[in-house]
């Protein structure tokens, strides 16, 4: 078995994120790609899973459709993956954090695992 490697476009996916442009960063995933989503309501017994590109697309317009900043920090990429901090802050003050870890193939994502929490009010 050998190793794809990456050309991911790391800087670009993060400059998605920042712009909340859900649409580049949906050209990102891979046909087959799942998204699994752990936080206080999913948690790791039954997280959230995404499993086709129109689910990924639902979560991502949702999303990144609100009106909130995001900063992605912390980012590390190696010939598999990348993984990266994304902070985020709604106008009211309310902090939230993501930690993801993304497996690629080539250009494209084919598995992402996102661990969120955020302020409670």
């Not at 459709?65 to 995001?70: A, K, L, Q, V």
Request: with cysteine; net charge negative; proline share 3%.
């Amino acid at each position: 078995m050998s190793a794809t490697t990456t050309t991911f476009d790391l800087d670009r996916f993060a400059r998605a994120v920042e712009q909340r442009d859900a649409a580049t960063q949906l050209s990102m995933y891979g046909p087959d790609a799942t998204v699994t989503i752990i936080d206080k309501i999913t948690q790791p017994g039954s997280p959230r899973v995404l499993r086709t590109h129109g689910q990924i697309k639902d979560w991502l317009e949702d999303v990144f459709g609100r009106e909130m900043t995001h900063s992605v920090q912390h980012r590390v990429k190696d010939d598999t993956g990348v993984a990266f901090t994304m902070a985020c802050r709604y106008p009211d003050g309310t902090n939230a954090i993501c930690a993801t870890v993304i497996a690629l193939d080539g250009d494209h994502i084919t598995d992402q695992t996102v661990l969120q929490v955020w302020d409670e009010n």
